[in-house]
C-alpha cells in the first residue's frame, strides 16, 4: 500500500492528485451531511410514490394518496360559493333600487361588481369607468344618455346600445351632411358650442338648430334620456368638444355600440355590475 502523502500546512492527508502544483486534500464530506443527504433521497423517492410525480405521454402517475390540486381547488371554490349562496339569494331576490340603499347588501355587490366589471367592462370604458377616446363614456360622472338612475343603469347593461337585442338602447342622429350646407353646419356647430358659453350665437345658428334639433335635444339643449339624445349644454364630449369635431358628429354621426350582457352573465353578476357603476360617483 503506497503511502499517503500529507500536507505540510495542514497535516491533512492528500488524495495525491495535483495540479499545477497545488496538492488536493482528502477532506471526505461529514457523516451529518451524507446523512441528511440520504434521508432526502429517501424521501423524494417516497414522494414520487405517494404524490402526483411523474408525466407520461396521455398522464400521469397519479400516487397512492390519489391527491390532486385541481380538486382542491375545485373543493375550495365550491367552499366560497356556499358561502355565497346567501349573499347572492339576497341580491337576486332584491330589485337593483333596494340594493343600493342597503348598505351591507351594497358593499358585497359593489365588491363583486368591480370584479366583473374589470373583466368585461374595463376594455372600453376604462379603470374605474374613467371612459376611453374614440366614444366610450365616462361611467364616473353625472353625464347619462339613458339615465343614470339604478334601475336604468342596470337595463342599459342588460340590453346594450344598439346591440341587435330587442330591447336594446337605441337611437339614431340624421345625417345632416346630405340636408345642410357646409355653411351651415359650421355655424349650427358655433350654435352648439355656445348652449355651453364657448362657441358664437348667432340668429342663423338659433334658427338651425329650431328647424333641426330640438325635437331631439331640447329648446335648452340639455338633451332627452328617454331618447338617449346627449346634453348639449354641460360641455361634455362623448366625441370631442372643438367646432370641427362637433361639425363632423353633426354631418356625418357616429354611433357606438355596446353589447347586450344579458345571457353572457347571470342575473346576480348584471346588478352587482350595475351597483358598482352607480357607486362610481355619478349615479343617479
Same mark, same amino acid.
Given at each position: 500500500?503506497?503511502?499517503?502523502?500529507?500536507?505540510?500546512?495542514?497535516?491533512?492527508?492528500?488524495?495525491?492528485?495535483?495540479?499545477?502544483?497545488?496538492?488536493?486534500?482528502?477532506?471526505?464530506?461529514?457523516?451529518?451531511?451524507?446523512?441528511?443527504?440520504?434521508?432526502?433521497?429517501?424521501?423524494?423517492?417516497?414522494?414520487?410514490?405517494?404524490?402526483?410525480?411523474?408525466?407520461?405521454?396521455?398522464?400521469?402517475?397519479?400516487?397512492?394518496?390519489?391527491?390532486?390540486?385541481?380538486?382542491?381547488?375545485?373543493?375550495?371554490?365550491?367552499?366560497?360559493?356556499?358561502?355565497?349562496?346567501?349573499?347572492?339569494?339576497?341580491?337576486?331576490?332584491?330589485?337593483?333600487?333596494?340594493?343600493?340603499?342597503?348598505?351591507?347588501?351594497?358593499?358585497?355587490?359593489?365588491?363583486?361588481?368591480?370584479?366583473?366589471?374589470?373583466?368585461?367592462?374595463?376594455?372600453?370604458?376604462?379603470?374605474?369607468?374613467?371612459?376611453?377616446?374614440?366614444?366610450?363614456?365616462?361611467?364616473?360622472?353625472?353625464?347619462?344618455?339613458?339615465?343614470?338612475?339604478?334601475?336604468?343603469?342596470?337595463?342599459?347593461?342588460?340590453?346594450?346600445?344598439?346591440?341587435?337585442?330587442?330591447?336594446?338602447?337605441?337611437?339614431?342622429?340624421?345625417?345632416? %351632411?346630405?340636408?345642410? =350646407?357646409?355653411?351651415?353646419?359650421?355655424? !349650427? #356647430? $358655433?350654435?352648439?358650442?355656445? *348652449?355651453? +358659453?364657448?362657441?358664437?350665437?348667432?340668429?342663423?345658428?338659433?334658427?338651425?338648430?329650431?328647424?333641426?334639433?330640438?325635437?331631439?335635444?331640447?329648446?335648452? %339643449?340639455?338633451?332627452? =334620456?328617454?331618447?338617449?339624445?346627449?346634453? !348639449? #349644454? $354641460?360641455?361634455?364630449?362623448? *366625441?370631442? +368638444?372643438?367646432?370641427?369635431?362637433?361639425?363632423?358628429?353633426?354631418?356625418?354621426?357616429?354611433?357606438?355600440?355596446?353589447?347586450?350582457?344579458?345571457?353572457?352573465?347571470?342575473?346576480?353578476?348584471?346588478?352587482?355590475?350595475?351597483?358598482?357603476?352607480?357607486?362610481?360617483?355619478?349615479?343617479?
Amino acid at each position: 500500500m503506497a503511502n499517503v502523502e500529507k500536507d505540510t500546512v495542514t497535516g491533512t492527508d492528500t488524495t495525491g492528485h495535483q495540479w499545477d502544483g497545488i496538492k488536493e486534500l482528502n477532506n471526505p464530506l461529514p457523516r451529518w451531511w451524507l446523512y441528511v443527504l440520504y434521508a432526502t433521497i429517501v424521501w423524494s423517492v417516497g414522494y414520487w410514490v405517494v404524490y402526483p410525480a411523474w408525466p407520461s405521454l396521455s398522464s400521469y402517475t397519479k400516487g397512492v394518496l390519489g391527491y390532486s390540486s385541481r380538486a382542491e381547488m375545485e373543493k375550495d371554490v365550491a367552499a366560497a360559493r356556499k358561502a355565497q349562496e346567501s349573499w347572492r339569494a339576497k341580491l337576486a331576490a332584491a330589485p337593483i333600487a333596494e340594493i343600493v340603499k342597503d348598505k351591507d347588501l351594497l358593499v358585497y355587490a359593489t365588491a363583486g361588481g368591480k370584479a366583473v366589471f374589470a373583466e368585461n367592462c374595463q376594455p372600453c370604458h376604462g379603470a374605474g369607468g374613467a371612459g376611453r377616446p374614440g366614444g366610450y363614456p365616462v361611467l364616473a360622472d353625472d353625464d347619462w344618455l339613458w339615465g343614470g338612475a339604478p334601475e336604468e343603469i342596470l337595463a342599459t347593461v342588460r340590453f346594450g346600445v344598439r346591440s341587435g337585442h330587442k330591447d336594446a338602447r337605441a337611437s339614431e342622429m340624421p345625417r345632416f %351632411g346630405e340636408q345642410l =350646407k357646409a355653411d351651415e353646419i359650421r355655424v !349650427l #356647430a $358655433d350654435h352648439v358650442l355656445s *348652449l355651453s +358659453g364657448k362657441g358664437a350665437k348667432s340668429d342663423t345658428g338659433v334658427k338651425l338648430f329650431e328647424e333641426n334639433c330640438i325635437a331631439c335635444h331640447g329648446d335648452d %339643449g340639455k338633451g332627452n =334620456k328617454d331618447l338617449g339624445t346627449p346634453n !348639449l #349644454a $354641460d360641455g361634455i364630449w362623448l *366625441l370631442g +368638444g372643438t367646432r370641427e369635431t362637433i361639425a363632423a358628429q353633426i354631418a356625418t354621426p357616429r354611433h357606438g355600440v355596446m353589447p347586450a350582457w344579458e345571457g353572457r352573465l347571470d342575473p346576480v353578476a348584471l346588478k352587482m355590475v350595475a351597483a358598482y357603476i352607480h357607486a362610481l360617483g355619478g349615479g343617479k
